[in-house]
T-cell receptor, first 112, second 116 residues
Framework: EDQVTQSPEALRLQEGESSSLNCSYT??????LFWYRQDPGKGPEFLFT???AGEEKEKERLKATLTKKESFLHITAPKPEDSATYLC?????????????FGTGTRLTIIP | NAGVMQNPRHLVRRRGQEARLRCSPM?????VYWYRQLPEEGLKFMVY????????ESGMPKERFSAEFPKEGPSILRIQQVVRGDSAAYFC??????????????FGPGTRLTVL
C-alpha cells in the first residue's frame, strides 16, 4: 500500500528562521510527488511537482527537493504569510491510477 | 481565469437527509476528482470521473455515496441518509488530463458538511 508520512506535524519558527519539512514515501513506483499549501478553511494550493531523484524546484522562499525515499521542502527566511499547512502527495506509475495519496501535513507557524 | 468552483461552501444536514455537493472544474479541464478531509486527518481520495464516466471509485464508501459528471453541468457528489460520521470537508479537484509525465490536480475551496 502506498504511504506518505510527513514530519514534523507542527513547526513554529521565528520570522527569518530557515528550516525544512520532510515527506517520506513508500510507493510501488513514483510518477510524481506534489507539494501543496493549505490555508485554514481553504482548498490546497498547488506549489510543485517533482518527478525523479535529484530534481529541485524553487518558488520565492520555497525549494523542494526529491530523493528515492523522501522529499524536503526548504523554507528560507520565512515571513508570517508563509504560515499554512504544507501537504505532500504522491501519484504512482500505473497510468489510469490518477489518485493522489496525501500525507497528513505539517502545520507551519511563522512568528513575527 | 476562474478556478475550480464548489457549492455550497457550507452545508448543514440532519441525520437521514441527503447532501448534494457540486463541483465545476476549471475551464478546459475534463477530469474531476473528489477527496474527503476528516478532522485531524489527511485528504483521502474518493472518486475520479471524466465526462459521463466513473474511472476509479476505489475510495468511495460502498453504500450511500455516489458521484456523477454529466455531459453538461457540474460534477455532483451525492450522500444519501447522512450520518454524523459524514461530517467533513469535501474537496473537488480538476485536471486537463495526463500530459507528459503527470497531470496536476487543482483544488476547489471545498464544501464543509455538518451533520446534526
Amino acid at each position: 500500500e502506498d504511504q506518505v508520512t510527513q514530519s514534523p506535524e507542527a513547526l513554529r519558527l521565528q520570522e527569518g528562521e530557515s528550516s525544512s519539512l520532510n515527506c517520506s514515501y513508500t510507493v510501488s513506483g513514483l510518477r510524481g510527488l506534489f507539494w501543496y499549501r493549505q490555508d485554514p478553511g481553504k482548498g490546497p494550493e498547488f506549489l510543485f511537482t517533482l518527478y525523479s531523484a535529484g530534481e529541485e524546484k524553487e518558488k520565492e522562499r520555497l525549494k523542494a527537493t526529491l530523493t528515492k525515499k523522501e522529499s524536503f521542502l526548504h523554507i528560507t527566511a520565512p515571513k508570517p504569510e508563509d504560515s499554512a499547512t504544507y501537504l505532500c502527495a504522491v501519484q504512482v506509475t500505473n497510468f489510469g491510477n490518477e489518485k493522489l495519496t496525501f500525507g497528513t501535513g505539517t502545520r507551519l507557524t511563522i512568528i513575527p | 481565469n476562474a478556478g475550480v468552483m464548489q457549492n455550497p461552501r457550507h452545508l448543514v444536514r440532519r441525520r437521514g437527509q441527503e447532501a448534494r455537493l457540486r463541483c465545476s472544474p476549471m475551464k478546459g479541464h475534463s477530469h474531476v476528482y473528489w477527496y474527503r478531509q476528516l478532522p485531524e486527518e489527511g485528504l483521502k481520495f474518493m472518486v475520479y470521473l471524466q465526462k459521463e464516466n466513473i474511472i476509479d471509485e476505489s475510495g468511495m464508501p460502498k453504500e450511500r455515496f455516489s458521484a456523477e459528471f454529466p455531459k453538461e453541468g457540474p460534477s455532483i457528489l451525492r450522500i444519501q441518509q447522512v450520518v454524523r460520521g459524514d461530517s467533513a470537508a469535501y474537496f473537488c479537484a480538476s485536471s486537463p488530463g495526463p500530459q507528459g509525465r503527470t497531470d496536476t490536480q487543482y483544488f476547489g475551496p471545498g464544501t464543509r458538511l455538518t451533520v446534526l
